[in-house]
């Protein structure tokens, strides 16, 4: 099992920055996919950006030209640079990694949009 840890979650004006950060407690296989998700209130949670070993990236159509996400192969960690913050962005974050054909997730950390 792995353990993913996230940090970087809280409160922004709209228009701000955030960086959250996501870190694996273990050694993770190759040909493996991180990303993050997000889990608005009374929505189903979504698919915000996922990054594979090799650095090929996938984004969400709402955040595009926003977001971006980076990872570390050697410190097992992946990053979600977010600009331009809106309010509709305010939703659990979740971290996730693809390994091995078995989902894991972090515990998500809460991001809120408000003025």
């Known amino acids: 099992q792995v353990q993913l840890v996230e940090s970087g979650g809280g409160l922004v004006q709209p228009g701000g920055s955030l960086r959250l950060s996501c870190a694996a407690s273990?050694?993770?296989?190759?040909?493996?996919?991180m990303g993050w998700y997000r889990q608005a209130p009374g929505k189903e949670r979504e698919l915000v950006a996922s990054?594979?070993?090799?650095?090929?990236?996938n984004y969400a159509d709402s955040v595009k030209g926003r977001f971006t996400i980076s990872r570390d192969n050697g410190k097992i960690t992946v990053f979600l640079q977010m600009n331009s913050l809106k309010p509709e962005d305010t939703a659990i974050y979740y971290c996730?990694?693809?390994?091995?054909?078995?989902?894991?997730w972090g515990q998500g950390t809460l991001v809120t949009v408000s003025s």
């Open positions: 990054i594979t070993t090799a650095g090929i990236t």
């Open positions: 273990r050694s993770i296989f190759r040909g493996n996919v």
């Open positions: 996730h990694l693809f390994e091995r054909g078995i989902n894991h």
